[in-house]
């Protein structure tokens, strides 16, 4: 990425332009992709239209606004047009060919150092094809289609190494939502990505979260309404069935500590994927997510060879496994292939105590006095690693649906909903928890068993692991 010609504080100043706190967070970023999902009138238009204001200054640059439609992709371009055509009288300059017209989509600004900003619609597909882009900005990135992104403007960035911003408010778990989990792995420098609620925007809301019009908004919506649109939250909906899980709270780095026992969990399958999600728990039964694998069409022998030769970090061992016992045969074969895999049929008949653990390592708890602001400190004991996409995908989608209009999902209605779902990482993950936290079986059997006998011990004639085995 270039250097400004001008200086981004000076400019900003001599605009009157202060941006609040979380905006000059925004600002200051080096990610070439940055996501910025905010609520309403937090000012995500115009703090992405002036990021890249400055940068209009540089030659034979190309900028694209892309909204959904022209309507949408207006916002950002109007205020560059009122900053720098009208404020600081650019418009004025012949030699500067512009032109404003929303209803025929024709919005455009061309310098004369041949740099050029212009405002396409997605509507129109074959539009955003061919061009060779510095930067886009994706106009309410929520509202578009995952092919625009990935199909039409992704390519035209590869030339010139351009960069992106996605200024939107969500709109639930679509495909936005697994471009915002990018920009929270600390191991991808190119993404960044935040979380604004409106109420950060203390321009406009002086009193923060208890603003009286944020409590007036809070008042008249529905709470599932008023944390999407104002709060910023992907997952506000009816029936979340883990509506304690929290990105911000829930996803943090882990790295492997070779003192800590360290589990591995399968859920079964060769069509739908198998999903191997691999923890540690720490003395204090904090259970920490670090890698998971998920994949189809491959049977349980070469999931073994994958993740028995896959890169190790230093210091790791593989305690014990877990699986579904409806499928004995597989946990027999990891087994003798990669580790002891216990199989217990209650870890999935309880699925409702198995559930309820889950949440139970969800919840906040209190870890401490305050923080420097008086605030009670809280943690959860369950954490994943933000390589873990699809568990997170999963924690954040999964849902119960009523069983009648207007009423609440019972036991039965709930479970066949959420079996008919995406949720082959969360199943795993419940195996495992349900397997050492509830059932109690964290002792590894290999000291006194050969590698054939453990498994025929594990899973007995029933295809089970027996009661008479068991620690």
Not at 188 to 197: C, N, T, Y
Not at 345 to 372: H, Q
Request: glycine share 8%; with cysteine; net charge negative.
């Amino acid at each position: 990425m270039s250097n400004l010609s001008i200086d981004r504080n000076s400019f900003f100043e001599a605009i009157g332009y202060v941006p609040h706190g979380g905006q000059l967070r925004y600002h200051d970023s080096t990610a070439r992709f940055k996501v910025p999902c905010c609520g309403r009138r937090y000012g995500k238009s115009t703090m992405a239209a002036r990021d890249e204001e400055p940068r209009l200054f540089l030659p034979g640059r190309r900028t694209w606004i892309v909204g959904p439609t022209y309507d949408l992709g207006e916002k950002e371009f109007r205020v560059i047009w009122d900053d720098l055509i009208v404020s600081r009288g650019l418009g004025k300059d012949k030699r500067i060919k512009k032109a404003y017209n929303k209803r025929s989509g024709d919005m455009y600004i061309e310098f004369p150092w041949q740099t050029r900003i212009e405002v396409r619609s997605a509507e129109y597909p074959e539009n955003l094809v061919g061009e060779s882009l510095d930067h886009i900005i994706l106009s309410e990135a929520a509202k578009h289609k995952k092919e625009t992104w990935e199909r039409y403007l992704r390519p035209s960035l590869t030339d010139k190494r351009g960069t992106a911003t996605f200024p939107t408010t969500p709109e639930g778990y679509n495909w936005l939502y697994n471009i915002w989990q990018l920009g929270q792995d600390p191991n991808l420098a190119e993404w960044e990505s935040w979380r604004f609620p409106s109420w950060e925007n203390t321009a406009v809301f002086p009193g923060g979260r208890n603003d009286p019009e944020i409590m007036s908004i809070e008042t008249e919506q529905s709470a599932e309404w008023f944390m999407q649109e104002i709060g910023a939250e992907f997952g506000s909906f009816v029936g979340k069935i883990y509506g304690e899980f929290d990105d911000q709270q829930h996803v943090r780095q882990h790295k492997f500590n070779p003192a800590w026992k360290n589990y591995i969990a399968f859920d079964w399958g060769f069509v739908a994927p198998l999903a191997a999600i691999e923890f540690q728990v720490d003395p204090m039964d904090n259970v920490y997510v670090w890698r998971e694998h998920y994949q189809s069409y491959t049977r349980v022998e070469e999931h073994c060879d994958i993740l028995r030769n896959r890169e190790q970090p230093e210091g790791y061992h593989l305690d014990l496994a877990f699986g579904d016992a409806a499928d004995p045969e597989a946990a027999a074969t990891v087994t003798n292939k990669l580790v002891a895999c216990y199989a217990m049929p209650e870890a999935k008949s309880n699925w409702r105590e198995g559930i309820d653990t889950v949440k139970r390592f969800l919840k906040l708890r209190y870890v401490g006095d305050a923080d420097e602001h008086g605030t009670p400190l809280q943690a959860p004991m369950l954490f994943i690693d933000p390589s873990c996409r699809n568990l997170i995908r999963e924690f954040s989608n999964y849902k119960a649906v009523p069983t009648d209009r207007g009423q609440k999902p019972n036991e039965a209605g709930a479970r066949g909903a959420a079996q008919r779902q995406d949720d082959h990482a969360l199943d795993a993950l419940r195996y495992g928890l349900m397997h050492v936290f509830e059932l109690g079986v964290n002792h590894h059997l290999v000291e006194l068993y050969s590698r054939s006998d453990l498994a025929t011990s594990l899973t007995g004639e029933r295809g089970y692991f027996t009661t008479n085995s068991r620690f």
